[in-house]
């Protein structure tokens, strides 16, 4: 070996050992924790320590252990700030700017981030820290989550020991598909036991730092602490949600006055500040390029114009979403706590941001179930209001209105997704470390970016980023350390920043900023007609003020720099395409594409993404079973969940079928006839028949037939969706409905029980089970 200092003889006798080549490394002694706390589509002006409505006590306990950066931004979307927070590296860099679900073949939007692009989780695993991630992940393409992937770009892939979330955008709080390190497993409660995801998060982080810390205590971890909360659905106990009743009653236009003053007072923003108007583009007179209208997607409908019963919606959206926050701060205090309680809390560097900005996809209504915008649906206020009692609760999929979002995110314009504004790129950014940094409850003014929070941490930690990391010769990391500013609130900020996302253009640089008037997602294209705007930041915080036309030279300046840096970082090309023809678009799936496809009892659920894609056309789902006893009942095959899905079960000694239409209509298909005791293949069979007429339920109408054996039982029409159930939340299952219940008629998974499923075969070959029954039956080697 070739560091081996020690000496080899014959016999082991007359040898001396050197341990030093065979030792893993180790921290430097005194070396501090690291805790990164990534909160979910919470806006700038949410919580209380950055002068919003929420009560968050463990985020101002955060913040009075440190400092707050009022001028801290984001890229305005999940998985590309959250690519930039692990590497350093712009989001484009890290072929990341866009959703981890929606990748595309190009460099700057593959979302298979580089491993020459390392982990900070990587390097500190290497400097002799334990590495963990908890909550959600959103660094993996989504045809790469299910168990026959390749799991490189899993967390234990990139640097992680351990780790237990889920690995997708998005989860159900009282259903999620739950990953612990590269298997997937079931919650250990359902929500009538009294389960939430965000107990069980604390619980998990708690507990990956108390086995270690029991072995060898003095050896410092990195957390990576990725919160489920605020992202939809906006999912919460109701007596959270009910401590909320009375504060936001004036509307979301009305909060804003105050939660500007509050942030003056905290010193968050200059007193000279101004809100920023409602709808600054968005009214109906202004089009896009050759004429397209603006999406009323990206609209704020104004307080006043609203019907009472509007009203009585939205605020309960609201309150839902403020005790939704409140209760995971709350839980999140468990970990400060322990950590307290261990006599840790002084020695962690604790870094708290938001990912993005408050998110618009409720759109100007909000919605009960948030997965019709991605299946290009509007939700009229008629359909939420049937459920108002039901929001926050396990049969909701709920998601606030585009006034909220704004409202939250005082005093900026717009929201989430919006990368040329301060409403989906300015957001909250707390760090505390009691023994390291002497500041306690101090605001930092300086310019700086998700992007520099990696290069910060290695000052910090003294630590040197290596040239080649696992083989992989490293780029360089394209953020820049503001540890300085930590003790020295005079220390500059960062000149220059880029951001390109979906279909928008921004650039930042001493002060001012540049950005072009097109929303994203929303199909325009034609970049040559966008109108770029020009904003002096350092006088005009909040964006009130375009003043483009006074600074010609500087617009035009500014635009070559952002040409220049998209070349550099990938910027290119531009994708404006909507959210569902981003679903929808061509893309390697997870699994090979073949005509029949198999699922057996008892395996883990398939993720959307690898496993048939029933939209657009004819299917057949049969089930090989013995039925065992006249009693036999349960989910035969199940797809999907409350927010829309289909499943084959057995009721009341009746074969069922039911399909959950994106959330809002169930259709429902019975057998005339019991199930007796046997060997028996039970099917359904939708035979396409072309688009639905109807607007408002867009998608594939059909008859769907039920079979048992060679003989049809049942009958109907139904419609199927247009787009995906959920990507990779409520994945396929068999022998039970995973996550969250397709439909009401039966409670949580009802596992099948009295008979055996041998397997299910899901035929999407277009061939007609009557024309091939005998085969099916062959399949199961059923006589």
Same mark, same amino acid.
């Given at each position: 070996?070739?560091?081996?200092?020690?000496?080899?003889?014959?016999?082991?006798?007359?040898?001396?050992?050197?341990?030093?080549?065979?030792?893993?490394?180790?921290?430097?002694?005194?070396?501090?924790?690291?805790?990164?706390?990534?909160?979910?589509?919470?806006?700038?002006?949410?919580?209380?320590?950055?002068?919003?409505?929420?009560?968050?006590?463990?985020?101002?306990?955060?913040?009075? #252990?440190?400092?707050?950066? $009022?001028?801290?931004?984001?890229?305005?979307?999940?998985?590309?700030? &959250?690519?930039?927070?692990?590497? %350093?590296?712009?989001?484009?860099?890290?072929?990341?700017?866009?959703?981890?679900? /929606? $990748?595309?073949?190009?460099?700057?939007?593959?979302?298979?981030?580089?491993?020459?692009?390392?982990?900070?989780?990587?390097?500190?695993?290497?400097?002799?820290?334990?590495?963990?991630?908890?909550?959600?992940?959103?660094?993996?393409?989504?045809?790469?989550?299910? #168990?026959?992937?390749?799991?490189?770009?899993?967390?234990?892939?990139?640097?992680?020991?351990? /780790?237990?979330?889920?690995?997708?955008?998005?989860?159900?709080?009282?259903?999620?598909?739950?990953?612990?390190?590269?298997?997937?497993?079931?919650?250990?409660?359902?929500?009538?036991?009294?389960?939430?995801?965000?107990?069980?998060?604390?619980?998990?982080?708690?507990?990956?730092?108390?086995?270690?810390?029991?072995?060898?205590?003095?050896?410092?971890?990195?957390?990576?602490?990725?919160?489920?909360?605020?992202?939809?659905?906006?999912?919460?106990?109701?007596?959270?949600?009910?401590?909320?009743?009375?504060?936001?009653?004036?509307?979301?236009?009305?909060?804003?006055?105050?939660?500007?003053?509050?942030?003056?007072?905290?010193?968050?923003?200059?007193?000279?500040?101004?809100?920023?108007?409602?709808?600054?583009?968005?009214?109906?007179?202004?089009?896009?390029?050759?004429?397209?209208?603006?999406?009323?997607?990206?609209?704020? &409908?104004?307080?006043?114009?609203?019907?009472?019963?509007?009203?009585?919606?939205?605020?309960?959206?609201?309150?839902?979403?403020?005790?939704?926050?409140?209760?995971?701060?709350?839980?999140? !205090?468990?970990?400060?706590?322990?950590?307290?309680? #261990?006599?840790?809390?002084?020695?962690?560097?604790?870094?708290?941001?938001?990912?993005?900005?408050?998110?618009?996809?409720?759109? =100007?209504?909000?919605?009960?179930?948030?997965?019709?915008?991605?299946?290009?649906?509007?939700?009229?206020?008629?359909?939420?209001?049937?459920?108002?009692?039901?929001?926050?609760?396990?049969?909701?999929?709920?998601?606030?209105?585009?006034?909220?979002?704004?409202?939250?995110?005082?005093? /900026?314009?717009?929201?989430?997704?919006?990368?040329?504004?301060?409403? !989906?790129?300015?957001?909250?950014?707390?760090?505390?470390?009691?023994?390291?940094?002497?500041?306690?409850?101090?605001?930092?003014?300086?310019?700086?970016?998700?992007?520099?929070?990696?290069?910060?941490?290695?000052?910090?930690?003294?630590?040197?980023?290596?040239?080649?990391?696992?083989?992989?010769?490293?780029?360089?990391?394209?953020?820049?350390?503001?540890?300085?500013?930590?003790?020295?609130?005079?220390?500059?900020?960062?000149?220059?920043?880029?951001?390109?996302?979906?279909?928008?253009?921004?650039?930042?640089?001493?002060?001012?900023?540049?950005?072009?008037?097109?929303?994203?997602?929303?199909?325009?294209?034609?970049?040559?007609?966008?109108?770029?705007?020009?904003?002096?930041?350092?006088?005009?915080?909040?964006?009130?003020?375009?003043?483009?036309?006074?600074?010609?030279?500087?617009?035009?300046?500014?635009?070559?720099?952002?040409?220049?840096?998209?070349?550099?970082?990938?910027?290119?090309?531009?994708?404006?395409?909507?959210?569902?023809?981003?679903?929808?678009?061509?893309?390697?799936?997870?699994?090979?594409?073949?005509?029949?496809?198999?699922?057996?009892?008892?395996?883990?659920?398939?993720?959307?993404?690898?496993?048939?894609?029933?939209?657009?056309?004819?299917?057949?789902?049969?089930?090989?079973?013995?039925?065992?006893?006249?009693?036999?009942?349960?989910?035969?095959?199940?797809?999907?969940?409350?927010?829309?899905?289909?499943?084959?079960?057995?009721?009341?000694?009746?074969? &069922?079928?039911?399909?959950?239409?994106?959330?809002?209509?169930?259709?429902?298909?019975? $057998?005339?006839?019991?199930?007796?005791? !046997?060997?028996?293949?039970?099917?359904?069979?939708?035979?396409?028949?072309?688009?639905?007429?109807?607007?408002?339920?867009?998608?594939?109408?059909?008859?769907?037939?039920?079979?048992?054996?060679?003989?049809?039982?049942?009958?109907?029409?139904?419609?199927?969706?247009? %787009?995906?159930?959920?990507?990779?939340?409520?994945?396929?299952?068999?022998?039970?409905? !995973?996550?969250? =219940?397709?439909?009401?008629?039966?409670?949580?998974?009802?596992?099948?029980?009295?008979?055996?499923?041998?397997?299910?075969?899901?035929?999407?070959?277009?061939?007609?089970?009557?024309?091939?029954?005998?085969?099916?039956?062959?399949?199961?080697?059923?006589?």
């Amino acid at each position: 070996m070739k560091n081996f200092k020690g000496k080899i003889a014959l016999d082991i006798r007359d040898s001396k050992p050197d341990w030093a080549p065979f030792m893993a490394p180790r921290a430097r002694e005194g070396a501090p924790n690291v805790l990164v706390i990534a909160w979910d589509d919470v806006g700038y002006g949410t919580m209380e320590c950055f002068g919003g409505p929420v009560k968050t006590p463990t985020m101002s306990r955060i913040a009075d #252990m440190g400092v707050k950066y $009022s001028n801290f931004h984001t890229t305005a979307l999940c998985s590309p700030t &959250r690519a930039s927070l692990m590497t %350093g590296r712009n989001a484009t860099s890290n072929g990341m700017a866009t959703i981890a679900e /929606f $990748s595309a073949g190009f460099p700057g939007i593959s979302t298979r981030i580089p491993f020459e692009n390392g982990f900070i989780s990587e390097v500190l695993a290497e400097h002799g820290y334990n590495t963990y991630c908890v909550g959600k992940w959103h660094l993996t393409p989504g045809e790469e989550t299910s #168990m026959a992937s390749y799991k490189g770009r899993w967390p234990l892939g990139r640097g992680f020991e351990r /780790f237990y979330g889920f690995l997708g955008g998005e989860s159900s709080c009282w259903y999620p598909d739950l990953v612990h390190d590269n298997h997937s497993v079931e919650p250990p409660a359902t929500p009538e036991e009294g389960y939430h995801i965000a107990n069980d998060l604390s619980d998990q982080a708690i507990r990956f730092i108390r086995d270690a810390k029991a072995v060898e205590p003095d050896k410092p971890f990195f957390m990576y602490m990725s919160l489920d909360a605020a992202h939809s659905p906006h999912h919460v106990f109701k007596e959270w949600a009910d401590r909320y009743k009375g504060v936001f009653d004036e509307g979301y236009e009305a909060i804003r006055p105050a939660i500007l003053r509050r942030q003056k007072e905290l010193g968050l923003l200059p007193e000279d500040t101004e809100l920023s108007p409602i709808n600054p583009h968005g009214e109906p007179e202004v089009t896009g390029p050759d004429g397209q209208p603006w999406p009323g997607l990206d609209v704020v &409908r104004p307080w006043d114009t609203l019907g009472g019963d509007e009203q009585r919606l939205f605020i309960r959206m609201a309150e839902v979403f403020a005790g939704y926050v409140s209760y995971s701060d709350d839980q999140l !205090g468990r970990v400060i706590d322990f950590l307290d309680t #261990m006599g840790e809390l002084d020695n962690t560097i604790i870094v708290a941001v938001s990912d993005n900005g408050g998110s618009g996809e409720g759109g =100007p209504n909000g919605t009960f179930n948030e997965w019709r915008f991605f299946n290009g649906l509007p939700t009229p206020t008629e359909l939420s209001l049937r459920h108002i009692d039901e929001l926050g609760g396990p049969t909701s999929y709920n998601h606030y209105n585009t006034g909220w979002a704004w409202a939250f995110d005082t005093p /900026f314009p717009y929201w989430k997704r919006w990368a040329g504004y301060e409403g !989906g790129v300015a957001d909250m950014c707390l760090i505390s470390w009691p023994a390291g940094i002497a500041a306690r409850g101090e605001v930092r003014e300086q310019y700086i970016h998700a992007v520099d929070i990696v290069p910060t941490l290695y000052d910090l930690l003294d630590i040197e980023p290596p040239a080649v990391l696992k083989g992989y010769p490293q780029n360089p990391i394209e953020g820049e350390s503001f540890a300085a500013s930590l003790t020295d609130p005079t220390a500059p900020g960062k000149d220059t920043q880029f951001y390109a996302m979906l279909g928008q253009r921004s650039i930042y640089h001493d002060g001012w900023l540049a950005c072009t008037v097109h929303p994203p997602l929303s199909g325009w294209g034609k970049y040559e007609h966008d109108r770029w705007e020009l904003y002096n930041l350092k006088a005009d915080r909040a964006q009130s003020h375009d003043i483009a036309a006074d600074h010609p030279a500087r617009l035009e300046a500014l635009k070559s720099l952002w040409y220049y840096y998209a070349g550099r970082y990938n910027g290119l090309p531009l994708d404006d395409r909507t959210a569902l023809e981003q679903t929808l678009a061509e893309r390697p799936h997870g699994t090979p594409p073949r005509d029949r496809y198999i699922y057996y009892p008892d395996c883990s659920p398939v993720p959307e993404q690898s496993g048939v894609v029933i939209s657009g056309r004819s299917y057949t789902l049969s089930a090989g079973v013995d039925i065992q006893s006249a009693d036999a009942q349960g989910v035969l095959y199940a797809h999907g969940g409350v927010a829309g899905g289909h499943s084959l079960y057995i009721k009341d000694r009746r074969l &069922r079928y039911a399909f959950n239409w994106v959330g809002t209509h169930l259709q429902n298909v019975e $057998s005339d006839r019991d199930i007796t005791p !046997g060997r028996h293949v039970l099917t359904a069979e939708f035979t396409a028949k072309g688009r639905s007429a109807d607007p408002a339920m867009p998608g594939t109408i059909g008859a769907l037939t039920l079979y048992i054996d060679d003989q049809p039982v049942g009958s109907g029409e139904i419609t199927t969706q247009p %787009g995906y159930f959920c990507v990779v939340g409520d994945g396929i299952c068999v022998g039970r409905d !995973g996550a969250s =219940p397709v439909t009401p008629d039966y409670q949580g998974s009802f596992p099948f029980t009295g008979g055996v499923i041998d397997k299910v075969v899901v035929d999407v070959s277009g061939e007609r089970y009557v024309d091939h029954e005998a085969q099916v039956r062959g399949w199961f080697a059923i006589d």
